[in-house]
């Protein structure tokens, strides 16, 4: 009886640590064929960095287990009906900006509480989380709901501007709204989307929705957007170990401010990553200095062999 206990507790772990080295192998395999450059093979690139790799591997493992308590919690309050939130009473702050985080595919509002709470913690006033059904319906329509829960949020905050932090496929359909409807409400004043796949990721191909391979390169959709920037400071942060967005660098926008490179996480981990926080952090301190405060916190990061954080 301990023996299937142990068993059945411990399959979940290694289905998900099996699951992520199938990622990273796939991952791995991109950079040895990526322009056929042998620095870039998987044996070159774990002998020249091989801590990096592996470290980010863990992490990712851990990170992993975290996002999906949370997405776990969320599907739960789902249920009793707690999705989006938008401050209220005291809690919203007349005429300030307000900064939207919004999640990525496959996730629910609640994975983005700790960026939340980080964000609190620094002074920022005026959050909304965004919950949206990632699965459902096609990236236009889900720029168009996005618009429709700003309206409710103005609203009800009286807000003026918006300020997107957004994860994964969150980026892309803040990236389409800002660039679409940018002006309205006091209009978009930064984008800051972290492990987004705004060109595009290879590893959609093996989607299980519809949603998830409408994210491939190869989708129109991304022609169209890698041509569009919205009118507002554009920060792309990424991980040369996402194992989500192959190759690492479709998360950069080729019309992005800047785009910061971390080292020490995969795709889940940059939401709840300190390095890639302090990115955030930077990128709203130049976009809301009466907000998040001028100070500079975020390092900037040199990796050696790759395009280094900075002016794409």
């Known amino acids: 009886m301990i023996q299937a206990t142990v068993l059945l507790t411990s399959l979940p772990l290694v289905v998900l640590a099996l699951a992520l080295l199938a990622l990273y192998t796939i991952r791995w395999y991109d950079l040895s064929v990526k322009g056929f450059d042998p620095a870039r093979s998987w044996a070159n690139a774990l002998g020249e960095h091989f801590w990096r790799p592996?470290?980010?591997f863990v992490a990712e493992f851990l990170?992993?287990?975290v996002n999906g308590f949370f997405l776990?919690?969320?599907?739960?309050?789902?249920?009793?009906?707690?999705?989006s939130s938008i401050p209220s009473g005291k809690n919203a702050v007349q005429g300030a900006p307000l900064v939207v985080l919004i999640h990525g595919l496959m996730s629910t509002g609640v994975n983005m509480w700790i960026m939340k709470l980080r964000l609190k913690l620094r002074g920022i006033r005026n959050i909304a989380v965004y919950d949206y059904e990632s699965t459902k319906g096609p990236l236009e329509l889900q720029r168009d709901k996005l618009r429709d829960f700003l309206a409710t949020a103005h609203q009800q905050t009286g807000a003026e501007?918006?300020?997107f932090i957004a994860h994964s496929m969150g980026g892309v359909i803040a990236h389409d709204y800002a660039c679409q409807y940018g002006a309205a409400w006091g209009g978009t004043l930064a984008l800051v989307t972290t492990g987004s796949p705004l060109r595009g990721?290879?590893?959609?191909?093996?989607?299980?929705?519809?949603?998830?391979?409408?994210?491939?390169?190869?989708?129109?959709y991304f022609a169209?957007?890698?041509?569009?920037?919205?009118?507002?400071?554009?920060?792309?942060?990424?991980?040369?170990?996402?194992e989500l967005v192959i190759?690492?660098?479709?998360?950069?926008?080729?019309?992005?401010d800047r785009f910061e490179l971390v080292d020490n996480c995969g795709h889940a981990g940059l939401i709840y990553?300190?390095?890639?926080?302090?990115?955030?952090?930077?990128?709203?301190?130049?976009?809301?200095?009466?907000?998040?405060?001028?100070?500079?916190?975020?390092?900037?990061?040199?990796?050696?062999?790759?395009?280094?954080?900075?002016?794409?």
């Open 273 to 312: 990553s300190g390095q890639a926080f302090g990115h955030v952090m930077e990128a709203l301190r130049q976009a809301l200095p009466d907000e998040a405060g001028s100070e500079s916190g975020a390092d900037q990061v040199s990796l050696p062999g790759h395009p280094q954080s900075g002016k794409i």
């Open 54 to 56: 592996v470290r980010a």
């Open 63 to 65: 990170y992993c287990l």
């Open 161 to 163: 501007g918006v300020a």
């Open 72 to 83: 776990i919690l969320g599907l739960v309050l789902r249920l009793f009906g707690r999705r």
């Open 201 to 220: 990721s290879r590893v959609a191909a093996l989607g299980l929705s519809a949603s998830a391979r409408a994210l491939h390169p190869e989708n129109s």
């Open 247 to 256: 190759p690492y660098t479709n998360s950069a926008h080729p019309l992005a």
């Open 224 to 242: 169209t957007a890698a041509a569009r920037r919205p009118q507002a400071p554009f920060v792309c942060i990424g991980s040369m170990y996402d």
